[in-house]
């Protein structure tokens, strides 16, 4: 599978910006892809920020390559396409058959097909058909709880934290850091050697490093569970 586009920001945005650039997965629908497919949009959606849209995200992939190769036919070529739309994330899949249209069914609970549209209704915010001459796109988008397309989740930590990186200047990048805006890759050296100058602090003042980093670990995962 190749990729086209990018999935991350580079070093030339703000704090608190995430750059999400579109980005194209094309493929064969068969089903053994279909995990190489998730594999792929796991690590952009964790890139893009948005870790807690990869399982709904996945959901709607799976379904709708399953779609694609019950309906349409193994083997078919296809691509998956990943942007955001205003503050929702959208996912498109495009396939050359125009015929073969999905169907929200009213399935049972017992039924073995039928449930993989009403899988999508249920996950997804809205979803829709684009036809065109020669291909299609099932779409469907997901909120993100962002307030921008380029904003992020996080809260009030992430908002302190994005104060005292704005503040930081780590000798090394003075002169970047003077203009207040630091790209993602700066801001990331900044964040560690405001970890690694805590550190020391905890070990001059009497404190282990090593039990306070495992405390804060111990914090962050309850928090982000």
Not at 58 to 75: D, F, K, R
Not at 76 to 91: I, Q, W
Not at 119 to 138: H, M, Y
Not at 187 to 216: N, S, V
Request: with cysteine; glycine share 10%; aromatic share 4%.
């Amino acid at each position: 599978m190749l990729i086209h586009g990018e999935g991350s920001g580079g070093a030339g945005g703000e704090i608190g910006c995430v750059k999400r650039k579109p980005w194209e997965l094309p493929f064969c629908a068969e089903a053994e892809e279909a995990a190489g497919v998730r594999r792929v949009l796991a690590l952009h959606l964790t890139l893009w920020g948005l870790p807690e849209l990869i399982d709904p995200a996945q959901i709607c992939a799976t379904e709708l390559i399953s779609n694609v190769i019950n309906h349409v036919g193994p083997g078919t070529p296809t691509t998956l396409t990943v942007s955001m739309n205003g503050t929702y994330l959208r996912l498109e899949l495009h396939d050359p058959d125009t015929r073969a249209l999905p169907t929200l069914l009213d399935a049972e609970n017992d039924d073995e097909s039928g449930r993989g549209m009403a899988l999508v209704d249920a996950v997804t915010d809205r979803w829709g058909v684009i036809l065109r001459a020669e291909t299609k796109a099932v779409w469907c988008e997901l909120a993100t709880g962002l307030t921008a397309e380029n904003g992020h989740v996080g809260g009030p930590r992430v908002a302190r934290a994005e104060e005292h990186l704005t503040l930081y200047r780590p000798a090394s990048h003075s002169r970047s850091s003077a203009t207040g805006r630091l790209g993602t890759a700066i801001a990331e050296e900044a964040a560690i050697a405001l970890i690694a100058d805590l550190l020391h602090w905890l070990r001059a003042h009497g404190c282990d490093p090593d039990e306070a980093l495992d405390r804060a670990q111990v914090h962050f995962e309850a928090e982000v569970a």
